[in-house]
């Protein structure tokens, strides 16, 4: 298998794994409320990467290093393409169904063009467009999405959610050019947790950290799953275009 076929392989099983997070936000939303799980999952992911690095690089910092000229662009990845993608998915989960939640989520690749022709001036193929088309129809037909103009509240933030994960392919994909994919998904849990915090105090109607490991454990999990989703991402953004 050559590089590029791994990378293909590696996004999609990062896309499907990253997937399934709406599941455990609907468990931890009875407990917890929508910015602290959404902080809590994204500090646990940043602590498995933290370690993930340390052990694999043998407590070596150099992995962590990277340009201050890139730090604006790692902190754009994070607070847009984390902070932003990680709150608004919850609040479209927990506020709409996750028929269109994902529905919304999966209109990234659409964003994703769009971006890069205004931002990279990257030409868009025809046969790019009709692959999207294609998709675009598959996903109807998939997810069947209703009641889009009902639940305006939660579809709105399912459509922040395919936008600002597009963010993250395009800024990622810039970046995975220049740094290995630990550095890119220890930064961007970092900064993106950090972005998601002050959320808390203003959009969570009460402030309780304190939970039983119960009420906690979908949000370990969450957090678990965004760490290999993101590192599988990552990974395969650096090998395929």
């Known amino acids: 298998m050559n590089d590029k076929m791994k990378g293909i392989v590696a996004v999609s099983v990062g896309s499907i794994l990253l997937g399934s997070i709406g599941i455990f936000v609907r468990y931890a939303g009875d407990a917890i409320e929508p910015m602290t799980q959404s902080f809590g999952r994204i500090f646990v992911a940043f602590i498995f990467i933290t370690l993930y690095n340390f052990f694999r690089y043998k407590g070596s910092t150099d992995i962590f290093k990277i340009k201050q000229k890139d730090l604006g662009l790692f902190a ?8 932003v993608m990680a709150s608004a998915f919850t609040l ?10 994902y529905f919304l989520l999966y209109t990234a690749p659409i964003w994703v063009v769009i971006m890069s022709y205004v931002f990279l001036k990257e030409k868009v193929q025809r046969s790019v467009a009709i692959a999207i088309a294609i998709s675009m129809i598959g996903l109807i037909l998939l997810f069947n999405p209703s009641d889009l103009n009902a639940n305006l509240f939660g579809n709105f933030f399912g459509l922040v959610t395919g936008i600002a994960f ?7 994909g810039f970046l995975s050019k220049k740094y290995k994919s630990p550095t ?12 998601i915090f002050p959320l808390i105090f203003l959009f969570d109607s009460e402030v309780v950290f304190f939970h039983s490991l119960a009420e906690w ?13 993101y590192a599988l991402l990552n990974y395969g953004l650096g090998r395929s275009e």
């Open 76 to 83: 754009l990845n994070a607070l847009v393409g984390f902070s």
């Open 217 to 229: 454990l979908p949000v370990i999990g969450a957090g678990a799953v965004v760490f290999a989703g």
């Open 184 to 195: 890119i998904t220890f930064w961007t849990q970092l900064i993106g947790s950090v972005g």
């Open 92 to 101: 479209s989960a927990l506020n709409t169904s996750l028929t269109n939640t």
């Open 166 to 172: 597009a963010t993250y392919f395009v800024i990622t």
